[in-house]
């Protein structure tokens, strides 16, 4: 059972993550006229997506991951 939920939650946070990359492009591309400043908000945002995927695979000991 512990496994099934670790796999729901990655499902979840999987989605999020995507959620997260689509409203980022579509502000970037509507408010954020300068291709540098655009360019480095949606590296803040994939670092953060990056960050959080790190720690949801760090939280669990090596024997729990699937």
Known sequence: MGTSAIS???YDLDNYA???KR???LAAGFFLEDA???M????EIDDYINEMNYR????F??????
Do not use: C, G, S, W
């Open 61 to 66: 000991d090596p024997n729990e991951r699937m």
């Open 23 to 25: 409203v980022a492009n």
């Open 18 to 20: 995507v959620a997260l």
């Open 8 to 10: 729901h939650l990655k």
């Open 56 to 59: 949801f695979h760090q939280t």
């Open 40 to 43: 480095n908000y949606l590296k």
């Open 36 to 38: 540098i400043i655009r």
